[in-house]
């Protein structure tokens, strides 16, 4: 399963938000989307996921345009974790979950005992099985999170694209969430996710692409795509880069003598 994206331009209405973005995603892939607030990573996605209209060039999955599979077939192949704060309606997390399967129920038909059985085998994967008759409404903002990825897992696409799935998630929750990504890789699956947490890209993923002012600054491995040179042009903040002794994943840590606080007593 591949996606490309040929000279792609995104937008709303008449609202140009980015242009000219190509990008190409293998099996066995994981891109992590990095960009300032308002670059239009989500416009992005949601233009993948074809919840959004193509403004110019194309998305191609599997070697066929976006417009030509039809949307069932499209759930079949890219499943999508949206951000967590959407509200939805009062389901139970289960029955959230369960939502990852409508692609394979036939309409009016009730989900079979498969649909069920790899509803639970998610819930336990990704560790909310103790949530599963909770209401979905009334569970914090990182276990609403944990349940779309359970639905996106459940939906067993090939594509995963995942919108900052990491954002309300504590330490524990966000490393097995970039190691379940990996996982995911290694089964063959690609994985699109956008964070905000340099670190996170290091860890988890194969490229890195950055998103500035509509268009892709760069595209590349993490470690030559994220340089303090393009920490700075895209955030605007002094940082270094290393790895920490003893084990450490590669980090990315702003510079304290140039931290805008500095100098205060
Ligand atoms: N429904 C909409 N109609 C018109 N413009 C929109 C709409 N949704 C978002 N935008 C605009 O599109 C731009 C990109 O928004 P988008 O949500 O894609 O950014 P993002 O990179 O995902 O940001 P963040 O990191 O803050 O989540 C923003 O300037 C935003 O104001």
Excluded at 214 to 229: Q, S
Excluded at 232 to 259: E, Q
Aim: proline share 5%.
């Amino acid at each position: 399963m591949k996606l490309e994206l040929s000279a792609l331009g995104i937008g709303y209405g008449r609202k140009t938000i980015g242009d000219n973005i190509s990008l190409s995603l293998a099996g066995g892939e994981v891109l992590a989307l990095l960009g300032p607030n308002g670059a239009g990573k989500t416009t992005l996605f949601k233009t993948i996921l074809g919840l959004l209209p193509i403004r110019a060039g194309e998305v191609i999955l599997d070697g066929k345009p976006l417009a030509e599979w039809s949307r069932r077939e499209r759930a079949l192949r890219i499943a999508y974790v949206p951000q967590a704060h959407e509200t939805s309606f009062p389901f139970t997390v289960r029955d959230v979950v369960l939502m990852g399967r409508t692609a394979y129920i036939r309409p009016f038909a009730t989900p079979g005992r498969r649909d069920r059985e790899i509803t639970e085998t998610v819930m336990e994967s990704v560790g909310i099985v103790k949530l599963a008759d909770a209401v979905y409404t009334e569970i914090s903002g990182g276990e609403r999170q944990l349940t779309l990825i359970a639905r996106a897992l459940a939906q067993q696409a090939r594509i995963v694209v995942m919108d900052e799935p990491a954002s309300s998630l504590d330490y524990g929750n966000q490393m097995r969430l970039l190691a379940q990504i990996r996982q995911l890789a290694r089964a063959g699956l690609s994985v699109v996710l956008s964070t905000h947490n340099p670190d996170h890209a290091f860890l988890a993923a194969d490229r890195v692409a950055l998103l500035k002012d509509g268009g892709l600054h760069a595209v590349g491995a993490p470690d030559t795509v994220l340089t303090p040179e393009a920490m700075k042009t895209i955030y605007g903040i002094d940082v270094v880069i290393g790895t920490v002794a003893g084990g450490g994943a590669p980090v990315c840590s702003p510079r304290l003598d140039r931290m805008p606080y500095r100098g205060e007593t």
